[in-house]
Nanobody
Framework: QVQLVESGGGLVQTGGSLRLSCAAS????????IGWFRQAPGKEREFVAA????????YYGDSMKGRSTISRDNAANTVYLQMNSLKIEDTAVYYC??????????????????WGQGTQVTVSS
C-alpha cells in the first residue's frame, strides 16, 4: 500500500499563494490517481482537485476552480496543488488521497482508499 504525506501548508494573507505537496512512499505514485480534499472546521470534507495517474487529465471542484492547479511528478512520487488568490474561506485542513490508477478519476471521498494526515492552511485578512 502507499503512504501519503502532505506538506506546504501554513499561514498566508488573503490574495496570497501556497503550493501543497503530497509525497507518496511505499509504492510508486504511478499506480494511483490522486485527489486533494479539504475540510474546514464544522464543515464536510469537500473535493478540491484530482489528477489521473499519467498526469494527462485533471478535474477541479467548484471551490477552487480557476485558482488552483494540480500537477504531478511521478519521478519524484509527488503531487502538487498550487493555490492562488487565496481567500479566508479557503482556510481548512487539506488532504491528499489515492485510489488505484484507472481511466476513472474519482471526485468523491468514498472512492479514495489511502489518505494522508493533512496539512493546515490558514488564510488571514
Amino acid at each position: 500500500q502507499v503512504q501519503l504525506v502532505e506538506s506546504g501548508g501554513g499561514l498566508v494573507q488573503t490574495g496570497g499563494s501556497l503550493r501543497l505537496s503530497c509525497a507518496a512512499s511505499g509504492r510508486s505514485a504511478c499506480d494511483y490517481n490522486i485527489g486533494w480534499f479539504r475540510q474546514a472546521p464544522g464543515k464536510e470534507r469537500e473535493f478540491v482537485a484530482a489528477i489521473i495517474w499519467t498526469g494527462g487529465r485533471t478535474y477541479y471542484g467548484d471551490s477552487m476552480k480557476g485558482r488552483s492547479t494540480i500537477s504531478r511528478d511521478n519521478a519524484a512520487n509527488t503531487v502538487y496543488l498550487q493555490m492562488n488568490s487565496l481567500k479566508i474561506e479557503d482556510t481548512a485542513v487539506y488532504y491528499c488521497a489515492a485510489h488505484y490508477a484507472s481511466d476513472y478519476l474519482g471526485i468523491g471521498q468514498g472512492q479514495y482508499i489511502y489518505w494522508g494526515q493533512g496539512t493546515q492552511v490558514t488564510v488571514s485578512s
